[in-house]
């Protein structure tokens, strides 16, 4: 007897097809058969690392300018123009250039409540209006990611985020990722990192996640209510994290010294009496400072106030042990899970050179033998978001809905601006790669390949017209250096179904 399939039956076959078929490739079960007109590795080598891979015509353009260019071009990114479409979808973005002051006020902060507890119709409001602020930061980020030209800001951006994190779900941080992300790191990703550590340390988000503003000197005016002593939270952070790094050398007395130093350093509370009634721009406090003189890493730094905090990362910026550090984790990022020491080194020495200029240090680094050695050729394994990111530029879609792809990095565990713990997200294999993290990035890598998710449009038509990617195309955009196994499958399989695999291949995991 012969009986028609349902809707639901059939994609759940066809899923199985391509996870079968993938779980073939990733085991190497299949016969050899060599790819035609492969792009030129290095070519390949500097997308992958440099951008968020490929978009059509891409690897043609790099080819034609030379890799020494592209470089070039991606270093200074303020001589590349922006497309109009993208400038046009940021511009209706309102909530993207507001304040933090501005933005809490959106959240309905504090101002003019009183001490009376809000409606729980104002509550819904409240969280209406969170939830379009945080989707809003969220839709520049993955625009931008997607279909900037200035791809290595991109990237920066995405290392440095994860370098000074934030996490979105700590109450009123959730409004301000987005101001954190546009005025605190993306100004400063190519320059110098003191102005980074500088801008981070005193913005609204990193003050409130941390906790530095109830820091508070126990003996000062300003000592009571919820500021009552000292929080050695962002100091210890600050260190370990941000600069020196956990085996840069300090104690917990530093610890200490530093919470002592950055007393004061919060928010201007407008009206005493009322419970959140605070401006949210940056505010030292001298009230609640210790201006007592303190001796930081063998420097004495006399009781001045605010200024002490700006000497005190002055010397952290300039500490060998930072500069390590950072270089460290560049060369984590754009080499190899366990890059070289002499590498590091290297970088070291010119972040020591140049007074911490990222963009010396990464000229550097695209210029050493490491960075070109061809066993680090797709060695990296991607993360979530570079594996989505990279899968939506190698289709060439024009991306103007960004909430499925959001969504599926919730899927995959790294939901944007959704760390919880101030270390951000790891860059390497061994943090991502599992068989049930491989499960979905292939469901997901299909539903991609296929045309079912709304990228194109803001919300899903009553009658959904699917429109598959061209796997031809695919393979043209990807430089077609797929090994022959992957070949031998993508060809044997059904033609719907060869873009499904191609983007969930081993190959197309790695970068």
């Known amino acids: 007897m012969f009986c028609l399939k349902s809707p639901r039956e059939t994609a759940k076959n066809t899923k199985s097809k391509i996870w079968a078929l993938s779980l073939v490739l990733w085991l190497g079960w299949l016969s050899p058969v060599f790819a035609a007109t492969p792009a030129d590795p290095k070519v390949l080598h500097l997308l992958n690392r440099l951008s968020f891979g490929a978009r059509p015509e891409e690897v043609n353009r790099v080819e034609k300018i030379g890799v020494d260019r592209y470089i070039q071009e991606q270093l200074s990114p303020n001589k590349l123009s922006e497309p109009r479409k ?246 984590q990022y754009f080499v190899a899970d366990e890059p070289s020491s002499a590498l590091v080194n290297r970088l070291s020495q010119k972040f020591l050179a140049t007074d911490g200029d990222i963009r010396a240090v990464l000229e550097t680094l695209f210029d050493s033998p490491e960075f070109w050695d061809t066993q680090t050729y797709n060695s990296k394994f991607k993360t979530p978001y570079q594996f989505l990111i990279s899968s939506v530029r190698a289709t060439g879609a024009q991306v103007s809905n960004t909430r499925p792809i959001a969504g599926m990095l919730e899927q995959l565990g790294m939901p944007l601006y959704g760390c919880l713990t101030p270390d951000g997200y790891k860059n390497t294999q061994q943090a991502w790669l599992s068989p049930d993290a491989m499960t979905r990035r292939i469901s997901l890598a299909t539903a991609i390949a296929n045309g079912s998710i709304p990228l194109t449009q803001d919300t899903k038509p009553a009658i959904q017209s699917y429109k598959p990617v061209d796997a031809n195309q695919l393979m043209i955009t990807l430089g077609n250096r797929f090994s022959p196994t992957t070949q031998q499958a993508i060809t044997k399989s059904p033609e719907q179904l060869r873009a499904a695999l191609i983007l969930g291949s081993p190959e197309f995991m790695f970068r």
């Open 86 to 331: 993208l400038t046009d979808q940021l511009a209706k973005l309102e909530t993207l250039q507001l304040t933090p002051d501005q933005l809490a006020q959106q959240y309905n902060l504090g101002r003019n409540q009183g001490r009376q507890k809000p409606s729980p119709e104002a509550m819904k409001v409240a969280r209406q209006k969170t939830q379009q602020i945080l989707q809003q930061a969220q839709q520049a980020r993955l625009l931008r990611a997607i279909n900037s030209p200035r791809q290595l800001q991109e990237v920066m951006v995405d290392f440095w985020y994860n370098h000074f994190n934030v996490y979105s779900g700590k109450r009123i941080v959730r409004v301000w990722v987005g101001s954190y992300e546009e005025q605190a790191i993306r100004p400063y990703v190519l320059g110098n990192f003191r102005d980074l550590v500088t801008a981070t340390a005193r913005h609204p988000a990193m003050l409130f996640y941390l906790d530095n503003w109830r820091n508070t000197a126990p003996e000062s005016p300003g000592a009571k209510g919820q500021f009552n002593g000292l929080n050695e939270n962002y100091a210890r952070e600050l260190m370990e994290l941000h600069t020196l790094g956990v085996n840069g050398g300090y104690t917990q007395q530093d610890v200490t010294t530093l919470a002592k130093i950055l007393t004061g350093w919060g928010f201007r509370r407008i009206e005493p009496q009322g419970p959140n009634n605070y401006n949210y721009t940056f505010y030292f406090d001298g009230k609640r400072h210790d201006f007592s003189d303190k001796t930081f890493f063998g420097q004495v730094i006399k009781g001045t106030g605010e200024a002490e905090g700006k000497q005190a990362i002055d010397i952290l910026v300039r500490s060998p042990a930072t500069a390590r550090h950072i270089s460290y984790k560049l060369a």
